[in-house]
């Protein structure tokens, strides 16, 4: 396996994590979302951009398609794979430079679990909805009930324990009962939590271990550790997915999905 840089696991995360799941998570997400053509939709935590160049392949006629991140590296590629109809701002999802009742819908596709404030965060994506506007909120559920990443957590452990917290936070909000209530308390009406499963799929086991390694935030802190002891990891990851190395894999994952109305004004 060649190692990239820290700096590259935007691309690695676009080239093997949104086609292998992250595209279909999205579809799921939009289904409940119910866009309406002329709508305004803002996707925060937007990452590449595969939400909102998903939603304008449904509805090619909405009002404005807008995405949010934190993080420059991924805006740049989200900007080189969209088209003009979609537009990238850099910001924090607790102080948007948005201004009130701007959107009609707001979607959060595996972000609000990483914020320090979700709270805060919440209350932003009321204040930029319109009366009656929507939100619509993606959380992973519990690791177990996804075995290729509950092999990457389990590699770590053995082979670098210090990580393996770092690699349970994308699961750090799994508890349906938890992410209504934050809902309901951000004042949002008609709470609906649905969980839903997919296939996550790569054409190999060390493709699956590359995504990981080197497709998410834990290639930063992966960057500073010797290539022998990635290797480690690696080969542990291929042997805990329990496919052959050069197999196709497939395996199972799931998320909640929150919707929720903001009442009027």
Not at 10 to 21: G, Q, S, T
Not at 29 to 34: E, K, S, T
Not at 125 to 137: E, K, N, Y
């Amino acid at each position: 396996m060649q190692w990239g840089t820290a700096s590259s696991f935007m691309a690695v995360y676009e080239e093997l994590n949104v086609p292998a799941f992250f595209s279909t998570f999205a579809d799921l997400l939009l289904d409940r979302a119910q866009l309406v053509e002329g709508e305004r939709v803002l996707d925060v935590a937007t990452g590449t951009g595969i939400v909102l160049r998903r939603a304008r392949e449904r509805c090619p006629r909405l009002g404005a398609a807008v995405g949010l991140d934190l993080t420059p590296g991924m805006l740049e590629v989200a900007r080189e794979r969209s088209g003009a109809d979609i537009e990238y701002v850099e910001g924090d999802a607790t102080s948007m430079a948005f201004p009130d009742a701007s959107f009609d819908v707001v979607a959060c596709h595996q972000g609000l679990q990483f914020f320090p404030e979700r709270a805060g965060a919440l209350a932003e994506f009321s204040r930029v909805l319109s009366d009656r506007g929507r939100v619509v909120i993606a959380c992973w559920c519990e690791l177990t009930s996804c075995p290729g990443y509950q092999a990457i957590v389990d590699a770590l452990e053995v082979h670098l324990p210090e990580l393996a917290g770092t690699a349970t936070n994308p699961y750090s909000l799994w508890d349906e009962t938890e992410l209504r209530g934050l809902l309901e308390e951000a004042g949002f009406e008609q709470v609906e939590v649905e969980r839903v499963t997919a296939d996550a799929r790569y054409r190999s086991a060390e493709e699956l271990a590359r995504a990981y390694m080197q497709g998410t935030p834990l290639a930063i802190p992966l960057a500073a550790v010797d290539a022998e002891t990635k290797a480690r990891i690696a080969a542990a990851i291929v042997e805990r997915v329990g496919a052959t190395p050069d197999g196709p894999v497939s395996k199972t994952m799931s998320t909640n999905i929150a919707v929720g109305v903001r009442p009027e004004r």
